[in-house]
């Protein structure tokens, strides 16, 4: 017996959005891209790629934050 394709039909298509997020950390930029997608996946769906446009470093009482800053896209559901 053949499978069922799950293939979506031709006629369908996604949209995607873009927002721009910063992550920080104490540890790394790893971390602190990490912590931002972490937060923003609660409130976003189906995120989709997620681009590093800025690392830097800011320094607190001689401590060291890890900041990223990351444009991500994610699949546009509009009302539902």
Do not use: C
Request: net charge positive.
């Amino acid at each position: 017996m053949a499978k069922k394709s799950r293939k979506k039909p031709a006629t369908e298509q996604a949209v995607y959005k873009f927002i721009e997020i910063v992550g920080t950390s104490r540890q790394s930029w790893a971390d602190a891209a990490r912590n931002g997608l972490t937060v923003a996946s609660k409130s976003l769906r189906d995120l989709r790629v997620a681009e590093v446009t800025r690392e830097d470093v800011k320094i607190e009482n001689g401590e060291l934050l890890y900041r990223v800053k990351l444009n991500v896209s994610f699949k546009y559901h509009g009302q539902d």
